[in-house]
């Protein structure tokens, strides 16, 4: 088999103009080819060719467009997911999909024994071997969670997806000292509210809410654990943010995004870390 377009990559014929080339970001270049040269780059990169490459192939190697579909890399596979909630069962569903070797740990609350060993959490999960640790929880995310933000620090990337009412929140990835960890989420949102911050950090807190039929069936789960999924996997591949037409320039690690699971409606937040000082 020959050289493969990189995943995003199409090339395709301009009636009447010749051959033009859609980039992944979206943006779409014509290439100047004379029409023999075009079709033999269009044979070469063909899914069952394996004859002899053109030389004007080099072109296109040379401009990154050629290679395979990244795959997750073995040495920072093994993720840990904390929760009881059906979102942890479908997180390890669309992790292993992705390459990766989920762990599911199990759920750890604020009652009882467990309790007291939430400060402790972050050294346990330095030794067990995770790459990344992601927390799940099927409501507001728990105070504990911020008993983990020294996880970047020991060298594991945390990723935090929790849901407020029909709200599924998916936090930045801290995967280095310096990226937005949980603490630096609540109260940036905490600070966004405003006057109403004693309502939100009071729902934070409830114990016992009246709610309606809220719950995640199986499409929400599915779509909420996809895009955690995807946000990891980016994560593991180290891929880079696009600048183009399509995409929003917001890095991935920089952004709290929330999907309205009744709308489908995604929106992206813009996250600062908040300084010590201020804390």
Do not use: Y
Request: hydrophobic share 45%; with cysteine; glycine share 10%.
């Amino acid at each position: 088999m020959g050289e493969r377009l990189i995943p995003g990559a199409v090339l395709f014929d301009v009636p009447g103009r010749g051959p033009a080339l859609r980039c992944p970001d979206g943006e779409i270049v014509g290439v100047a080819l004379p029409e023999d040269a075009a079709a033999a780059v269009r044979g070469a990169l063909a899914v069952d060719n394996s004859a002899d490459a053109p030389a004007e192939l080099g072109a296109f190697r040379e401009a990154g467009f050629l290679g395979g579909r990244a795959q997750w890399p073995v040495d920072n596979s093994i993720v840990a997911l904390i929760g009881s909630s059906v979102l942890v069962e479908g997180l390890k569903v669309a992790l292993s999909r992705a390459g990766a070797q989920p762990c599911v740990l199990g759920p750890l609350t604020e009652r009882g024994d467990l309790w007291t060993t939430a400060p402790q959490l972050s050294t346990e999960l330095s030794t067990g071997g995770f790459s990344a640790v992601c927390t799940v929880s099927d409501g507001p995310a728990p105070s504990w969670w911020d008993s983990l933000d020294d996880l970047p620090e020991r060298g594991i990337a945390w990723q935090r997806v929790s849901r407020e009412g029909r709200h599924a929140l998916i936090e930045p990835i801290a995967a280095e000292p310096g990226d937005i960890r949980h603490s630096d989420v609540r109260k940036r949102r905490l600070a966004a509210a405003g006057s109403g911050h004693e309502h939100l950090s009071a729902f934070w807190a409830a114990e016992a809410p009246v709610t309606g039929e809220d719950a995640m069936d199986d499409v929400d789960v599915a779509a909420v654990a996809s895009l955690a999924a995807l946000d990891l996997r980016a994560w593991a591949l180290g891929a880079t943010e696009r600048d183009g037409s399509f995409t929003s320039s917001l890095p991935a690690r920089r952004r709290l995004r929330v999907l309205d699971l009744d709308t489908a409606a995604i929106t992206d937040h813009p996250v600062l870390r908040v300084p010590e000082a201020a804390s």
